[in-house]
Nanobody, 124 residues
Framework: QVQLVESGGGLVQAGGSLRLSCAASGRTFSSYAMGWFRQAPGKEREFVAA????????YYADSVKGRFTISRDNAKNTVYLQMNSLKPEDTAVYYC?????????????????WGQGTQVTVSS
């Protein structure tokens, strides 16, 4: 069992930045690939970014590539999402998720554990 708690969401103007954090507890954090997803009102949950268990590989949705950076600190059991150049269309609830070490792609079904989400609102 892995418990995930996101933080760092809030209200920001377009062009601004936020850094989301996801603190993990429970089973060995470094045994899991980690991902960030988001869900806007009336829309399906969509993939944002993922990082391998070691941090050596990262993957991004085309919509955030070049603006968002995913990273992890296994010593602190934490994964981060640095979001720069935010746009109003980035407004959503952001979720972190943990996947078995061999998974961790762009599909939500690959992830076994989810946080409760943190709201990000970008005003125009």
């Amino acid at each position: 069992q892995v418990q995930l708690v996101e933080s760092g969401g809030g209200l920001v103007q377009a062009g601004g930045s936020l850094r989301l954090s996801c603190a993990a507890s429970g089973r060995t954090f470094s045994s899991y690939a980690m991902g960030w997803f988001r869900q806007a009102p009336g829309k399906e949950r969509e993939f944002v970014a993922a990082i391998s268990w070691s941090g050596g590989s990262t993957y991004y949705a085309d919509s955030v590539k070049g603006r968002f950076t995913i990273s992890r600190d296994n010593a602190k059991n934490t994964v981060y999402l640095q979001m720069n150049s935010l746009k109003p269309e980035d407004t959503a609830v952001y979720y972190c998720a943990a996947a078995p070490i061999t998974a961790g792609g762009s599909s939500p079904v690959e992830y076994d554990y989810w946080g409760q989400g943190t709201q990000v609102t970008v005003s125009s």
